[in-house]
């Protein structure tokens, strides 16, 4: 977990299922230049296939070559963060509370400033061993699960999809701190809609004692995390550059092939790893105690706060073939949901308790009913040896979130070893706004199951249509043979 700046050059031979170059992408948006032709980037983004939410950027200085289009970007021109672009609330919610989670920032003279204030709250609960800021384009209930002993989930949270992709060109202008425990942070995570899409890339970490005056180490690199597919890759370089004095720009490249790291406009490492999924960006600022990180000990003396993170652009670009590709996988899923009758597909799923972390809650609307595709609660205790169902101890809560409203008029469960491990009575509520005033409109009373064999059962409930941003089922009883329930796909209809 971590993770950092502003553009100043350029990139060059890039292919993606065919020979294209390209040139001075950084070049493209030259936001100091107020000279510059807003009628090209009429003529540019009008006419695009995908369009982009680049309202408030300033002209361009030239076309982009080989037509590549920008398709998201922060230029932080504003008194006021766009949420709707980047949120400041939701980092790893789930691990903490929402007050440690919520960056602190200022904006001013056209960039973010992420901030360690002196005494900040720590992140972690529990312990004072990190502090941080961060602001992230999604977020979704358990994701980046990259320590063993973090806190158990007590809440859920809505889901956060302001821009998840695959493939590109990233930008980032920015300058970082040069003090002892912090360290500053560009990353992607994949966005866990299936199992094991779960991958790190890490565009830079930079360690604050590794900040100098004439030259500086870049930390890029690859972790794997549960993504079978990937292998942990050190990407390291040194620039002899003062980041902190100066910004510079971070560029990386994501294609099929494999993904290029940039720094001012130079390409500096190469992989030939690509994940084959949506992945989302972080930017932050961290510090650490006791050991917690790998930049040492901040100074007890050091009272030059708060400790900022610069950030004067984050820029997004694809070619026509990678918006294609990005707008292609979503059609077929919406069509598929259509096919179907089944808006889960379309959903993000979340859970508001603690769960078993090799069976995530996107299993739940996969659309993968197998016996290896199931979401299973976390473990209970019997009262009994023999005790089979367990009306549980406080209720437990599955939820299903849309960026907008869906008409939803039914709900099926799908459980294998249904005897074993389905739920026994669950109520199904809906909220209009997503979050609040959630509503009950069917309950299943006690359901009895046939079968403890792997055979595929399911239960339907049926009610008047309701319009809703949110579905939610409430787990009041289950089968706990195994001491957990389990349920291998929910589908919701309209």
């Given at each position: 977990?971590?993770?950092?700046?502003?553009?100043?050059?350029?990139?060059?031979?890039?292919?993606?299922?065919?020979?294209?170059?390209?040139?001075?992408?950084?070049?493209?948006?030259?936001?100091?230049?107020?000279?510059?032709?807003?009628?090209?980037?009429?003529?540019?983004?009008?006419?695009?296939?995908?369009?982009?939410?680049?309202?408030?950027?300033?002209?361009?200085?030239?076309?982009?070559?080989?037509?590549?289009?920008?398709?998201?970007?922060?230029?932080?021109?504003?008194?006021?963060?766009?949420?709707?672009?980047?949120?400041?609330?939701?980092?790893?919610?789930?691990?903490?509370?929402?007050?440690?989670?919520?960056?602190?920032?200022?904006?001013?003279?056209?960039?973010?400033?992420?901030?360690?204030?002196?005494?900040?709250?720590?992140?972690?609960?529990?312990?004072?061993?990190?502090?941080?800021?961060?602001?992230?384009?999604?977020?979704?209930?358990?994701?980046?699960?990259?320590?063993?002993?973090?806190?158990?989930?007590?809440?859920?949270?809505?889901?956060?999809?302001?821009?998840?992709?695959?493939?590109?060109?990233?930008?980032?202008?920015?300058?970082?701190?040069?003090?002892?425990?912090?360290?500053?942070?560009?990353?992607?995570?994949?966005?866990?809609?299936?199992?094991?899409?779960?991958?790190?890339?890490?565009?830079?970490?930079?360690?604050?004692?590794?900040?100098?005056?004439?030259?500086?180490?870049?930390?890029?690199?690859?972790?794997?995390?549960?993504?079978?597919?990937?292998?942990?890759e050190t990407l390291y370089y040194h620039v002899k550059a003062d980041l902190e004095s100066d910004f510079h720009t971070y560029g990386f490249l994501w294609e099929p092939e494999g993904m290029k790291f940039y720094f001012d406009g130079k390409l500096v490492r190469?992989?030939?790893?690509?994940?084959?999924?949506?992945?989302?960006?972080?930017?932050?600022?961290?510090?650490?105690?006791?050991?917690?990180?790998?930049?040492?000990?901040?100074?007890?003396?050091?009272?030059?706060?708060?400790?900022?993170?610069?950030?004067?652009?984050?820029?997004?670009?694809?070619?026509?073939?990678?918006?294609?590709?990005?707008?292609?996988?979503?059609?077929?899923?919406?069509?598929?949901?259509?096919?179907?009758?089944?808006?889960?597909?379309?959903?993000?799923?979340?859970?508001?308790?603690?769960?078993?972390?090799?069976?995530?809650?996107?299993?739940?609307?996969?659309?993968?009913?197998?016996?290896?595709?199931?979401?299973?609660?976390?473990?209970?205790?019997?009262?009994?040896?023999?005790?089979?169902?367990?009306?549980?101890?406080?209720?437990?809560?599955?939820?299903?979130?849309?960026?907008?409203?869906?008409?939803?008029?039914?709900?099926?469960?799908?459980?294998?070893?249904?005897?074993?491990?389905?739920?026994?009575?669950?109520?199904?509520?809906?909220?209009?706004?997503?979050?609040?005033?959630?509503?009950?409109?069917?309950?299943?009373?006690?359901?009895?199951?046939?079968?403890?064999?792997?055979?595929?059962?399911?239960?339907?409930?049926?009610?008047?249509?309701?319009?809703?941003?949110?579905?939610?089922?409430?787990?009041?009883?289950?089968?706990?043979?195994?001491?957990?329930?389990?349920?291998?796909?929910?589908?919701?209809?309209?």
């Amino acid at each position: 977990m971590r993770k950092f700046r502003k553009a100043e050059n350029n990139i060059v031979n890039y292919n993606f299922n065919r020979n294209i170059s390209y040139s001075n992408l950084s070049k493209i948006i030259n936001r100091k230049s107020l000279v510059a032709t807003i009628a090209l980037l009429f003529l540019l983004f009008a006419f695009s296939p995908y369009k982009s939410n680049a309202d408030a950027i300033e002209p361009a200085s030239k076309i982009p070559e080989n037509n590549w289009q920008l398709v998201f970007n922060e230029e932080f021109n504003d008194s006021i963060l766009d949420k709707n672009k980047f949120n400041d609330e939701n980092y790893l919610i789930h691990w903490t509370t929402p007050e440690n989670a919520r960056a602190k920032y200022t904006l001013a003279e056209g960039n973010i400033s992420l901030n360690i204030p002196k005494e900040p709250s720590p992140w972690w609960h529990g312990t004072d061993k990190q502090k941080l800021s961060s602001i992230q384009t999604g977020m979704r209930d358990g994701m980046h699960r990259f320590d063993k002993n973090l806190c158990t989930i007590t809440d859920h949270h809505p889901a956060i999809n302001n821009f998840i992709t695959q493939y590109g060109y990233f930008e980032l202008r920015a300058k970082v701190p040069s003090a002892g425990g912090i360290h500053s942070a560009w990353w992607m995570i994949g966005a866990e809609d299936f199992r094991n899409q779960q991958a790190e890339i890490d565009i830079f970490e930079i360690l604050g004692p590794e900040v100098g005056q004439k030259w500086s180490k870049v930390r890029a690199g690859v972790h794997p995390w549960g993504d079978p597919d990937i292998r942990r890759e050190t990407l390291y370089y040194h620039v002899k550059a003062d980041l902190e004095s100066d910004f510079h720009t971070y560029g990386f490249l994501w294609e099929p092939e494999g993904m290029k790291f940039y720094f001012d406009g130079k390409l500096v490492r190469t992989s030939k790893q690509s994940p084959n999924y949506k992945m989302l960006t972080l930017l932050g600022i961290y510090e650490g105690w006791n050991g917690i990180t790998w930049s040492k000990n901040p100074d007890p003396n050091d009272n030059n706060y708060p400790k900022q993170f610069t950030i004067d652009y984050f820029r997004a670009f694809q070619t026509p073939e990678m918006i294609k590709f990005n707008q292609d996988r979503d059609f077929a899923l919406e069509e598929r949901a259509k096919i179907e009758n089944n808006l889960a597909l379309l959903a993000t799923a979340g859970v508001g308790q603690d769960y078993h972390w090799t069976s995530l809650p996107s299993h739940l609307n996969d659309g993968d009913s197998s016996e290896n595709s199931a979401f299973q609660s976390q473990d209970f205790t019997k009262n009994s040896d023999n005790e089979f169902s367990k009306i549980l101890d406080k209720p437990e809560y599955i939820y299903f979130d849309w960026e907008d409203l869906k008409s939803i008029s039914e709900i099926t469960l799908d459980v294998r070893y249904a005897l074993l491990q389905a739920p026994t009575n669950w109520d199904i509520e809906y909220s209009l706004d997503g979050e609040t005033d959630w509503q009950l409109i069917a309950q299943s009373g006690n359901v009895q199951w046939d079968t403890a064999e792997n055979n595929l059962e399911s239960k339907t409930l049926t009610f008047p249509t309701v319009q809703a941003k949110a579905i939610r089922i409430k787990i009041n009883s289950a089968n706990i043979y195994w001491n957990h329930y389990a349920i291998n796909e929910v589908r919701i209809a309209s």
